[in-house]
């Protein structure tokens, strides 16, 4: 399973609006989509603020950024 987001940041790590999916590849499985999507959104919520240095902040600030979250289902290799 894949989800990729797109959301920007502020210089301070806070995030700027909401993360928005802009692609995903799930499976037949409603519940375990579901469950993939909202760990995928717990996880950003607990990273944030993302801890950057005032040098990184003020490169990346206002950028959409575009991280991808994969899940291999187990016995896959």
Do not use: Y
């Not at 928005?20 to 990273?47: I, M, W």
């Amino acid at each position: 399973m894949t989800l990729t987001l797109q959301f920007s940041i502020r210089r301070n790590g806070t995030l700027i609006g909401k993360p928005r999916a802009t692609f995903s590849h799930l499976g037949d499985d409603g519940p375990l989509n579901r469950a993939f999507v909202a760990s995928v959104l717990e996880a950003l919520e607990k990273a944030l603020p993302l801890p950057v240095s005032d040098s990184m902040g003020g490169a990346i600030a206002g950028r959409t950024l575009f991280p991808r979250f994969t899940a291999v289902s187990q016995g896959a290799s």
